[in-house]
């Protein structure tokens, strides 16, 4: 195929979607349930709970939310990779070395996947984890606080697409760069872009998780250069074993809408992690120079701790063999997918018209009697029929993800024809589907990833909103669509708009989670070095040019509420521990002014916010949380002398009326 | 009454707070509509439109959010004062200028009040105001983009709560201090908390909007120091007239809690604003040097420019006669609320057990008398009763703001009993209370602050959401209910979660907004100095240590694409135009690693991101939004070399294939 043709081939795919989207345009509800049924099915009456906990990613808002099912309310949005101004989060001095990266505080990022803590490959409610597609990072929210608690930052990455993806019993998340680089020093790295052959890599880094949650590099893949897309762990029967969807084997670096869309299959890549362990118990791989942070948060302190990281240990399966293997699929793959038993792999190639289905069993027999098709790059390519369980003939345009609901079904999201098929995993059969509004990503299928899905709802996330919601000028939220899956035909039930773009998202059932959610911090646990437990223990201290308010706060006042002696010069820290011992009593502080955030302090805690108070005069600090009736008089004053002035340090714990 | 008493009776208030929330935690549903009515009443099937755009204050997030109703679907987030790492608001170089002050950049706000322009006392669906609490500064949204267009600052201002309240046709809105502070020169600010009585001052500026918009401070009263808190303009006869309501009479400077509730009343302040321009035309008031900044979007470069004002027209209210008059109200009110005839006026004090509703009629007749109790500091008194048309008994606990719904009734919330309270203007007989959960801030009906309320719903933003949902930890949403008033009796209908901390909303129906929205911007409109409006003018120029990239976007590929001879110490502008003339097709550009946010660019618009490299490699760009089924194809690299390399400048245009 010449360049010419493959272009128009583009650029008619590009027109279908076009199509697609435009023909729906027009609202209908095609194949919805009756309005007072879907009403009722949706609704969730004040004062009952939703029943499943969708972790939603926020794609370039760089955070999770946590919706509602079947509702689609957002029930949070939990600050991960981005700076977010609305609890001081990347601003208060605790969080700040969240955010650090071996290029600095990086403020954003762009979340694409969630993976949920699995035990023997079912949800077990502990951690979510998200990746930073940007800088490549992963984060691990503990789903008892709902607080990101631990970052990694993913050296010899440039993007981290492919991640985290999580094995059965939460022993690997994985991270797989997006775009192969030049790796090395300085000299290695400034190479021209045209030389990308010979010198750009992939490569795909284990990420071991202890019983704590903590995350360590246990090893790192080089491979060939090319981009590495999603992937899914094996389970049961195909547990040790990790898939890969790889595209750009075409080894492209310009105008990949067409270059990178060259060969008629690409590959997924199956890693075999125990021969990788092998390997390493062995004495084999090589340690190699790497810098990168690693940012955890501690628990009572709620004070985080970045650390930066100076080597990681890489592995080369061309030279160690039996770790990687190549399986041919058509075209540009985009989800890999496992199957509830382990046994299928589902191969998503999103330009392609059909959907190809391997089976672990055929792919092991096949790498058993090296019943190989070639090499790519020094790995083996194993037949594609050999390895093939089969495939979905007409599935629809532009499949992308899969989801499974444990009864049999596949789900698969075709973007072009923006719509969802349901195919019998067994038969291939197509059985159903249901059209999208409009140009549908991902799915989530509560449990769908696991070994036990627990069925019952998809979720469609959409890439174009248009029309569907009361418009808001040129930028759109993006949406959401929830059907009923527990007859035989998808039923759309409710259009609910998301929080940033959403990717990938888990739903889990609430009696996972809710019993474990805590309500507070407990004051006795509080470790935090500057914390005042007691108003007794409100003061202000002068270390030369750093004054530090050791701050109390409970409804409704603070301790000290009037400071003088400050002055041009010094930085301030305000130290403010929340004394309440209560749910859902967070106060807030401010300072009139100041060019950073606030800060939102949780029951029990303490945060620092810095200030450097720029001009003379008093200014006013207040609470910024709505928490009683007499919130508004939740205030203070500090008085801000020049550098050389006399007025000496002192402070007022409120117990003065006016005078 | 002592001290002592004084905090007693204030933690009895709190303590009634706690109960009433307590007594709610057990989920029920008082007073709502039967569930399948109420879901089919709430539920806007798929396809279709809710009725009103609710706009709603994201309070400690610093953003407004754009909410459907009935759905309760949050269909944007606009970022208004806080930086949004989103969308690059506040981080590209274009919109950075947006959150300038005389404090330098201030990336975060409080953002409490919503005001939505009118004319002849209606709404006419051009903007929304929306002022920030901590740093003084009001913006504006314009309801064709949904774009945050302008934001000023106020100066002589600590805290800009009781703002940006607006006359009814847009001639004003105002902008008054939450916190007095000494003003002036640097010695006269640096002054004891302890001379709040000498040294304190308040201001309240007058704001004018011209016919396109655009605001500039008028002039600004400076008050005896107190608080103010909120505000609404005259309507009909009262128009001219503007009603603050006030609090800390006692002029009390610490532990506000107790020492601010001492006084059994404190003020609603009465302004002539007909009357300061009177005074100005005449040639009175004194042009003081002020500090502050006025940063403007422009409608067609979309580049944010920030200028620095010198000066404010100040008049003294006690020198200039008839500008003020106090009326008493009891006690720390919180709302003053003017129904829709604009003959009455509601004073709610948070913590006082009646409701004095006040005749404007009444009030001018006893200026005109000269029917006053006294001064305080030097401002007339008007005699309680004079001005009053009545009282509403036992109306619950704790009052704060009341509504409208043009049938001659009033709704007020109560905090401390946690309920609204339904009550006739004319008798004042309460009507009806239904219970909300828990600790209702502010209501909206849609048109509620108008001379033509559009009644059918009304909402209460809670202050206290704890078991509503599910759980996420120690931190809870914000959350709302949903009310239909089309009955005698308020039915409850529907919870929602908020984003950030509602304070004020106000919902104007679709009608007034939807047929004017955009959906693109013309490229041929485009005067961004950096704009590259077709691939024939993409290219990269250097001047210097800079680098500017003139980039295009179109699905799915950046021109160009490829990009060498960046040096270390170089600082790269990559100015992204987005060719798409479509609707809801942005793209994205991130840099991967980069410490900045990414940027969003919507259709016909350029925006830049600044970077500077901080190491040497070839570093992958990408489009973040999802745009195409090719999206993850739209790509390209850029190489950065040593500061003494000699790699030329040069670039791909993407017309070459892989070599």
Request: glycine content about 8%; some cysteine; proline content about 6%.
């Amino acid at each position: 195929m010449t360049t010419l043709q493959s272009k128009k081939w583009v650029f008619a795919m590009a027109a279908a979607a076009l199509v697609s989207a435009s023909m729906g345009c027009k609202p209908t509800t095609p194949d919805a349930a009756s309005v007072g049924d879907a009403a009722e099915r949706v609704y969730v009456k004040p004062g009952t709970h939703d029943e499943f906990y969708n972790i939603v990613s926020g794609g370039f808002n760089g955070q999770m939310s946590v919706v509602g099912l079947p509702s689609g309310r957002v029930l949070r949005i939990l600050p991960v990779f981005s700076a977010h101004p609305e609890n001081g989060y990347g601003f208060s001095e605790e969080s700040k070395p969240m955010l650090n990266t071996s290029h600095g505080y990086v403020p954003w990022d762009d979340l694409h996947h969630i993976s949920l803590s699995q035990t023997k490959g079912e949800h077990d409610g502990r951690w979510a984890f998200g990746n930073a597609n940007n800088t490549p990072r992963i984060a691990r929210v503990d789903l008892k606080s709902f607080e990101t608690v631990e970052i990694l930052e993913i050296p010899n990455s440039s993007g981290n697409h492919s991640s985290p993806f999580i094995t059965e019993n939460t022993e690997y998340v994985v991270a797989s760069t997006r775009f192969s680089v030049p790796l090395g020093g300085d000299a290695e790295r400034d190479v021209p872009i045209n030389t990308f052959k010979e010198n750009f890599k992939g490569t795909v880094s284990f990420i071991k998780v202890d019983d704590e949650g903590h995350m360590s590099i246990a090893f790192q893949l080089v491979t060939p250069g090319m981009s590495f897309d999603l992937a899914r762990a094996g389970k049961g029967k195909s547990h040790g074993w990790f898939f890969f969807s790889t595209y750009n084997s075409e080894q492209a670096y310009t105008l990949l809408e067409v270059n990178a869309s060259q060969r008629d299959k690409d590959f997924i890549m199956a890693v075999n992690w125990k021969k990788a362990e092998e390997y390493i118990a062995a004495g084999k791989g090589k340690m190699t120079k790497a810098k990168y942070a690693h940012n955890v948060m501690d628990h009572n302190s709620h004070i985080a701790t970045s650390t930066m990281m100076e080597e990681v240990l890489q592995l080369d399966p061309v030279e160690l063999k039996d770790i990687i293997y190549f399986i041919p699929c058509p075209k540009s793959p985009h989800g890999t997918d496992v199957d509830p038993t382990g046994e299928y792999i589902v191969g998503s190639g999103k330009l392609a018209a059909l959907i190809p289905v391997f089976s672990f069993t055929k792919l092991m027999k096949a790498i058993e009697a090296q019943d190989f098709e070639g090499e790519y790059a020094g790995i083996p390519v194993v037949r594609y029929e050999s390895a093939l369980h089969g495939e979905v003939k007409k599935p629809g345009l532009g499949p992308l993800h899969t989801e499974f609901d444990g009864r049999g079904n596949a789900y698969t999201s075709m973007f072009v024809s923006s719509e969802v098929v349901k195919w019998s995993i067994e038969t291939l059969e197509v059985l159903d589907r249901a059209p999208t509004y409009y140009s549908v990503g991902h799915l989530s299928v509560p449990g769908g990833p696991t070994a036990k899905p627990h069925g019952k709802y998809l979720v469609a996330y959409n890439k174009i909103t248009k029309d569907r919601y009361l418009p808001t000028g040129p930028e759109l939220t993006q949406s959401a669509q929830l059907y009923d899956i527990s007859g035989d035909k998808m039923q759309l039930l409710l259009d609910f708009p998301t929080i940033g773009e959403p990717h990938y998202a888990e739903a889990i059932p609430a009696a996972l989670v809710e019993p474990n959610s805590i309500k507070f911090y407990k004051l006795e646990d509080n470790t935090h070095p500057y914390a005042a437990k007691g108003e007794g223990q409100a003061r202000v201290e002068r270390k030369g040019k750093e004054v530090h308010v050791y701050m109390t706060s409970i409804r409704s006042h603070f301790s000290p509420d009037n400071i003088e002696g400050v002055k041009l010069g010094d930085e301030v820290y305000f130290h403010v521990t929340n004394l309440e011992q209560d749910w859902d009593v967070p106060h807030g502080f401010a300072i009139k002014g100041a060019n950073t955030a606030e800060i939102l302090i949780m029951p029990g805690a303490t945060q620092t916010l810095k200030w450097v108070p720029d001009r003379v005069g008093v200014v006013a600090f207040y609470c910024t949380d709505f928490c009683s009736a007499l919130h508004q008089e939740m205030q203070g004053y500090i008085r801000v002398s020049p550098a050389n002035s006399d007025v000496e340090l002192k402070y007022s714990l409120g117990e003065t009326g006016p005078q």
